[in-house]
């Protein structure tokens, strides 16, 4: 009996891990993961509805470059005049929308993983970053954002001592 106590206890506590392990990569994962929002004349299609998907990765990354900060987000297949970038209260906002092509009417896809249709991702920015500064390009399926750093801003962490 006690070997069975032992062996549900170790279970748990491993199941635990295992769990926590799984929250952890969402959590890191999930500012990169984007929801797209199919325009109405796709939804209606029921097909399209069902085998375009609804998530994709866009990912991104925030360079600390001297200076300035750079903000580059993949945007593949995403045109200039279907992209809007800006910021509020520190968090730069990339809105957009991917069309799809329709290049094979009537043809049954065997694979379908590219996402299509309106689409929001967000960066919080660090404390220095200078959003007057802001430059954004769109080019070969990256949209670099370059902001200044404002004149003496600091990180705005500290340390605490704790008694």
């Keep these: ?23 952890d990569l969402l959590h890191r994962g999930s500012s990169a993961i984007t929801r797209f929002f199919p325009r109405p004349a796709e939804s209606g299609d029921r097909a399209d509805a069902v085998s375009f998907p609804q998530w994709g990765l866009l990912p991104g990354e925030v360079i600390d470059h001297g ?6 987000v993949e945007l593949p297949g995403v045109r200039r005049e279907d992209c809007e970038v800006s910021i509020e209260d520190g968090v730069l906002r990339v809105r957009g929308e991917k069309h799809s092509e329709r290049a094979y009417a009537g043809a049954t896809y065997r694979l379908m993983e590219r ?5 929001t991702r967000s960066v919080v920015l660090p404390p220095q970053a200078d959003p ?4 954004a390009e769109l080019r070969e399926g990256v949209l ?20």
């Design 1 to 23: 009996m006690e070997v069975l106590r032992n062996l549900g206890e170790t279970f748990r506590h491993r199941w635990s891990e295992l769990s926590e392990g799984w929250r």
């Design 67 to 72: 200076d300035a900060v750079i903000v580059q």
């Design 132 to 135: 007057d500064s802001a430059r």
């Design 115 to 119: 996402a299509y249709g309106s689409f």
């Design 144 to 163: 670099k954002v370059e902001l200044k750093k404002k004149p003496g801003a600091a990180d705005r962490r500290h340390r605490i001592d704790v008694h």
